[in-house]
């Protein structure tokens, strides 16, 4: 079945240091999306991508959709203690509107 | 804007027991799901609605009903609770266009003894 693949599973930087999480999928996605999820909160949506090679910012964070809409990365530049979480990218593929998720990657910040 | 509101926060049942996991949505949401979220496993999803009185399962559907009588509302049933259904759960929304966001509730937190 289709399935996304996010790496790392845990990475812990230290603060000021910058940090990447990488997903990627067995098929082309129609969109991908970005969520957070702080420990013990709900995941919290961030962004979605939806054309081949689109780059998005949000303050320190890059979200990149790669130009075959098969693998997807977001990296914070120079981490704060605040960035603390999980960080799930979730896919769609064609006009399915389930999301399929990858099991994200925990960071963990030390100050 | 209560956005997703899920009920109760936190359950402790005992094995063979039934339960009902309440979501209610106040954002007219067309799309509807529940996930169940384990240690290392992500969110998988459980059972999932396009729209009121349709339902379809998800990839971890077992020991679990659905239904969707309104827009608002998609009540989760465990009908005889097992130690495996120990999860964290959550309800989402979605306004059923493909490149929305997903609304998640708060999450409810459910032990099987």
């Known amino acids: 079945g289709q399935q996304v693949m996010q790496i790392p599973q845990y990475q812990h930087v230290q603060e000021g240091e910058d940090f990447t999480t990488y997903c990627n999928s067995s098929?082309?996605?129609?969109?991908i999306q970005w969520y957070k999820q702080r420990p013990g909160g709900h995941p919290v949506f961030l962004i979605h991508?939806?054309?081949s090679g689109e780059v998005k910012k949000q303050k320190r964070l890059t979200f990149q959709f790669g130009e075959a809409k098969k693998n997807s990365s977001l990296h914070i530049t120079a981490t704060q203690t605040t960035d603390v979480g999980t960080y799930f990218c979730a896919g769609m593929a064609g006009n399915n509107r389930k999301l399929i998720w990858g099991l994200g990657t925990s960071l963990g910040v030390n100050p | 804007n209560a956005g997703v509101t899920q009920t109760p926060k936190f359950q402790v049942l005992k094995t063979g027991q039934s339960m009902t996991l309440q979501c209610a949505q106040d954002?007219?949401?067309?799309?509807m799901s529940w996930y169940r979220q384990d240690p290392g496993m992500g969110l998988r999803l459980i059972h999932y609605s396009v729209g009121a009185g349709i339902t379809d399962q998800g990839e971890v559907p077992n020991g679990y009903n659905v239904s969707r009588s309104t827009t608002e509302d998609f009540p989760l049933r465990l009908l005889s609770a097992a130690p495996s259904q120990t999860s964290v759960y959550f309800c989402?929304?979605?306004?059923?266009?493909?490149?929305?966001?997903?609304?998640f509730g708060q999450g409810t937190r459910l032990t099987v003894v």
């Open positions: 954002m007219n949401h067309e799309y």
């Open positions: 098929t082309t996605l129609s969109n």
């Open positions: 989402a929304s979605s306004n059923g266009r493909l490149r929305t966001e997903a609304f």
């Open positions: 991508l939806v054309k």
